[in-house]
């Protein structure tokens, strides 16, 4: 065997042993914590306002259930865009671009979780929840990731249904259904995720473009984008009222969801009307930050209410 023939043997072998020395940071990257934080936050949420009562193990085990099916879909994601993700300077330090962790390895893992958490909250809470939890997991890898995010500029739209289920599995967790309260609190994360993405994608659109993904600002330009999220936006704030109007959150939820409505308004005005520049890139930055901080208020205050009413009970 000549020296070429070993050298390429080596390289070949290089090439099949890339990955598999994952540690356990690794493995959690792969459950996108930052998004399995706001998903936990929200279900918990959920869970709290939901009519009834679930013994408090079964509710941490719900909402523990519903946290893995989260991780588990996230997995699953990078598994199938790894070859995206490589090309994207937001995700290319990812655990299988940076060959930490194998495709396989991803998929296994993820697989794996997403059983697991749906038998789990099926057999120890209700199996309604365990189904919307494996809907949840369908959606977001099959609907969302292998179809709608390569194939249409409307991905993060139809797509961010995913993300808004989570307080309807934790209504579910307790009382075996849904309702039209727990459809309002869908409603508002899947009317903010445009809005909130989109604004990203207008500062990253470049990845996109790169990775061959329809976001919006690629597809249909910014101006268009800026548009969009003006025009979400503004459906947005009436609809983050919404609990107050429909009576399930006190006046202070729904002044206060108002005054937030109103900044986020306000924040996507300038974001239409900047189009050039710094203050162009600053003004999308500002919305970006803001929405988190916006979702974030509406949920907390509507929990804020729900454990005082407990208490005052």
């Known amino acids: 065997m000549s020296l070429v023939e070993r050298q390429d043997m080596m390289n070949e072998d290089s090439v099949v042993w890339t990955g598999g020395m994952g540690t356990a940071s690794d493995y959690l990257a792969l459950l996108k ?12 949420v959920g869970l709290m306002l939901a009519p009834g009562t679930l013994h408090p193990v079964l509710a941490g085990v719900a909402i523990l259930c519903i946290a893995v099916g989260a991780g588990a879909s996230g997995a699953l994601n990078m598994w199938y865009d790894a070859d995206i993700d490589e090309v994207m300077s937001r995700t290319k330090k990812r655990p299988i671009p940076a060959g930490k962790v194998t495709r396989e390895e991803a998929f296994t893992f993820g697989m794996t979780l997403s059983i697991g958490s749906v038998l789990l909250l099926g057999l120890m809470v209700n199996w309604f929840a365990g189904a919307f939890l494996a809907f949840t997991i369908f959606f977001y890898v099959v609907i969302y990731t292998m179809w709608l995010k390569r194939s249409t500029p409307q991905n993060i739209v139809i797509g961010g249904a995913a993300g808004a289920f989570p307080p309807m599995v934790g209504w579910a967790s307790v009382t075996g259904s849904v309702s039209l309260e727990s459809f309002i609190l869908f409603l508002i994360i899947f009317m903010w995720t445009p809005p909130h993405f989109w604004a990203l994608a207008l500062f990253k659109s470049s990845d996109y473009r790169a990775a061959g993904v329809p976001m919006l600002p690629v597809v249909a330009g910014e101006t268009n984008t800026r548009h969009q999220i003006l025009l979400y936006s503004v459906f947005l704030a009436p609809i983050g009222v919404a609990p107050y109007f429909l009576g399930f ?65």
């Open 33 to 44: 914590p930052r998004v399995m934080s706001l998903v936990i936050f929200t279900a918990f």
């Open 249 to 313: 959150a006190s006046p202070v939820y729904g002044v206060a969801s108002a005054l937030l409505g109103l900044a986020f308004v306000a924040l996507a005005v300038d974001v239409w009307r900047k189009r050039e520049g710094d203050v162009a890139r600053t003004a999308t930055v500002r919305l970006f930050k803001f929405s988190i901080f916006y979702l974030f208020m509406l949920f907390a205050l509507l929990l804020g209410e729900s454990l005082v009413a407990g208490v005052l009970a």
